[in-house]
């Protein structure tokens, strides 16, 4: 990856921010974060244009003209920009919309322009209710028992990869995808549902507040950090095969009590959790 530069749609997202310097790392002449900042903060924008190597630039993934632009003089394309389950549940136009032109606008691009590998942020949840003991990129979607949410989000996520697909086996465009399960870290956001548990049960204790723990306590995720699942997507797009698809996670379910009780002992705090209904999207 040394001397090369690479064009991050989503830039400056949790994955995205991290994925910049991870690149950085790997000896990446430049790292071109592309986002429209709907949802960036302005401490983290202002903390990925100080740092060299990285350029930011403003532009929306839905209009081609603007993302031809930005990937013209690059090596390879990271597709982030998704809207995750409770966006898409809340504003499904504009979630069907990012996450299925938003990723042709990026393969177009990329077949107008040719030589551009192209990797996918993609999502466990292209498995659906079929999360065994064991699961691997072959396991099929399953459906029964999904809400309406998720399974519309699950499913945009499979008809990105397919379309990556598509364009691959028609017009030789290089593409592949990584499937993470829950990621969270620094610079999270409050737009994934999942990782919530995390970043909720922090503020409360460092708030000195009773943390919450959202119904029974026993609902579990693979929880991956922010740097992980940049550096599987940097391996992606170094070795991964044109087609293929990648589970990235740590194979360990942690649950909600789990998370809290870990919180507390980090912080030393004798806190009791409080226990609350959980009305939020799934």
């Known amino acids: 990856m040394a001397n090369k530069r690479f064009l991050v749609v989503g830039g400056t997202s949790l994955v995205g921010s991290h994925l910049a310097e991870v690149l950085l790392q790997r000896g990446t002449d430049e790292v071109v974060l592309f986002d429209n900042f709907s949802l960036s903060s302005p401490e983290v924008i202002r903390s990925l244009e100080a740092r060299p190597g990285v350029r930011v630039v403003r532009g929306d993934a839905l209009k081609l003209a ?5 990937m013209r003089d690059v090596d390879g394309v990271f597709m982030l920009a998704a809207f995750l389950t409770l966006p898409l549940s809340q504003n499904p136009p504009a979630g069907a ?5 938003g990723l042709v606008n990026v393969l177009e691009a990329a077949r107008l322009l040719g030589g551009k590998k192209v990797v996918l942020a993609s999502s466990i949840a292209v498995y659906g209710t079929n999360i065994d003991d064991v699961v691997d990129e072959s396991t099929a979607f399953g459906s029964a028992g999904l809400s309406p949410a998720f399974g519309a989000y699950a499913a945009s996520k499979l008809m990105g990869e397919n379309l990556g697909g598509l364009y691959a086996q028609k017009y030789a465009v290089e593409f592949c995808s990584v499937r993470f399960s829950t990621v969270y870290g620094e610079n999270q956001h409050s737009r ?6 995390i970043l909720e049960a922090l503020k409360d204790v460092c708030a000195g507040r009773a943390p919450r723990i959202r119904g029974d306590g026993t609902e579990a995720h693979d929880y991956i950090h922010a740097a992980d699942a940049a550096l599987g997507m940097a391996m992606a797009m170094e070795k991964g095969g044109v087609g293929e698809r990648y589970n990235l996670s740590t194979f360990r379910a942690t649950s909600v009590k789990e998370i809290v009780d870990l ?20």
């Open 66 to 70: 603007q993302v031809i632009d930005a």
């Open 97 to 101: 919309e990012v996450n299925v032109m």
């Open 192 to 197: 994934g549902v999942n990782a919530l548990y």
């Open 263 to 282: 919180v507390l002992k980090e912080y030393d705090s004798s806190l009791t959790p409080e226990t609350v209904t959980d009305t939020r999207t799934t």
